[in-house]
C-alpha cells in the first residue's frame, strides 16, 4: 500500500470515530494550558489534572504565580514528575510573561520557545490548543503510532522529522486534530508494550513496525 493511500485510510477512520477531540488537561485560560502542558511532561494528564485545581486556586494567572517562590509553587506540584525543576520553570516562565507580555502567552512559535520549561512539543500543543494553529506536536504516543502504522519512515527517527513528514501527507485543516487522534489511538489502543490490537479497527492495514517501539512479541 502506498502511503499516500495509507494516510486516506487512517484519517477518514478517525475523522468518522473522533470527529471532535481536543486535549485531555483541565484549564480555564491559555495560561492554564500552558501550566498545565509543562506539568504534562514524561507524567499522565490524569495526574496533572488532578493537582492543577488546588494550584490554579492559588496561582490563576502570571501575574499570581510570579510573585511566588519555587517552593510554593512546589508544594502543589510535587506528586508530578521532576517536581522541582517543573516549579522553577513555572514560576521563571510567569514572571517572563509578566516582564515582556502583561502576563499574556504568546502565539509565536520563537517566542514561546524562548519561555522556561517550553519546548517545541509544548509551544506546538500551544499553537494547536490554544491559537487553532495547524501544529503537530509529537509526544511519545503520536511517535510511536506514526512508526507503527507506517505513516512515518524509519528515518524519521526524531519528533521533529516525524512531526514535518505528518504535516507534509496530512491536510493542513487536519493536523491539529490529528495530533490528537494518534495521541489518544496510542494512549488508549496502541499501546506501548502490550497494544489492543485485537479491538483496533485498523490492525487489517497495520504494518506492526515492531523495531524501537518495545511491541511485545
Same mark, same amino acid.
Given at each position: ?11 477518514? /477512520? ?18 492554564? *494550558?500552558? %501550566? ?66 502583561? #502576563? ?13 520549561? @517550553? ?9 494547536? @490548543? ?7 506536536? @509529537? ?7 506514526? /512508526?507503527?502504522? #507506517? ?23 487536519? %493536523?491539529?486534530?490529528? /495530533?490528537?487522534?494518534?495521541? *489518544?489511538? #496510542? ?24 523495531? #524501537? ?5
Amino acid at each position: 500500500m502506498k502511503r499516500e493511500e495509507r494516510y486516506k485510510i487512517v484519517l477518514a /477512520h478517525f475523522r468518522k470515530e473522533m470527529p471532535e477531540v481536543t486535549t485531555e488537561l483541565e484549564f480555564g485560560s491559555v495560561f492554564q *494550558l500552558l %501550566v498545565a502542558v509543562i506539568l504534562s511532561a514524561q507524567c499522565t494528564d490524569k495526574r496533572v489534572n488532578q493537582v492543577t485545581p488546588e494550584l490554579f486556586r492559588h496561582f490563576p494567572d502570571a501575574r499570581s504565580m510570579a510573585q511566588a517562590n519555587d517552593d510554593e509553587v512546589l508544594e502543589y506540584v510535587k506528586s508530578v514528575s521532576y517536581p522541582n525543576s517543573k516549579a522553577k520553570h513555572l514560576v521563571e516562565m510567569s514572571r517572563m510573561l509578566m516582564e515582556r507580555y502583561d #502576563g499574556e502567552v504568546p502565539s509565536d512559535m520563537n517566542l514561546l520557545l524562548e519561555l522556561p520549561g @517550553v519546548g517545541r512539543k509544548t509551544a506546538n500543543v500551544m499553537q494547536a @490548543v490554544a491559537f487553532g494553529q495547524s501544529a503537530m506536536p @509529537v509526544d511519545t504516543h503520536v511517535y510511536r503510532v506514526s /512508526h507503527r502504522l #507506517g505513516l512515518v519512515s524509519k528515518t524519521d527517527n526524531t519528533p521533529f522529522k516525524v512531526e514535518q513528514t505528518l504535516k507534509k501527507n496530512i491536510p493542513e485543516a487536519d %493536523v491539529a486534530l490529528a /495530533h490528537h487522534w494518534l495521541l *489518544l489511538h #496510542g494512549r488508549y489502543v496502541c499501546t506501548s508494550r502490550k497494544p489492543h490490537c485485537e479491538k483496533c479497527e485498523l490492525a487489517a492495514l497495520c504494518p506492526k513496525q515492531l523495531e #524501537g517501539s518495545r511491541l511485545d512479541h
